[in-house]
């Protein structure tokens, strides 16, 4: 193995140190400062997802030869898509919807608006 490879291997296994530390930490918090061997497995799947770079077999490592971090950017973008949660992001948007309607309902039946043009107009 040659010099830049294990450079890789320790920069790639140093950050997963540090995050499954992170992890274990914040999980040993939330239970009054006891770990768990449930609390250590999460944490070591979770600092395995972060980053694989194993994952992508021969084709991902000849593409990635030829397009700098291309699989990086490919687990990136896989990660975004697992985590994503379409409903919260959905409701949150009906949300703000429902109100700028009632907003506008309010204006309309109080005749807000048409008090804020006539100011408007009397200072032009």
């Not at 939330?30 to 994952?55: C, H, P, Q, W, Y």
Request: with cysteine; proline share 0%.
């Amino acid at each position: 193995m040659d010099l830049f490879s294990r450079l890789g291997e320790w920069s790639e296994l140093g950050t997963r140190i540090g995050y499954f530390e992170k992890v274990k930490n914040a999980r040993a918090k939330a239970n009054g400062g006891k770990i768990d061997r449930s609390d250590l497995v999460s944490a070591t799947l979770e600092s395995r997802n972060l980053m694989d770079f194993s994952r992508g077999g021969k084709a991902g490592r000849s593409w990635n030869n030829a397009v700098t971090f291309v699989n990086a950017n490919l687990q990136g973008w896989d990660k975004f898509f697992r985590t994503y949660d379409v409903i919260k992001e959905w409701q949150l948007a009906m949300r703000i919807f429902i109100k700028m309607i009632c907003r506008i309902m309010r204006n309309k039946i109080i005749g807000y608006s048409a008090k804020i043009y006539a100011y408007r107009r009397a200072w032009i």
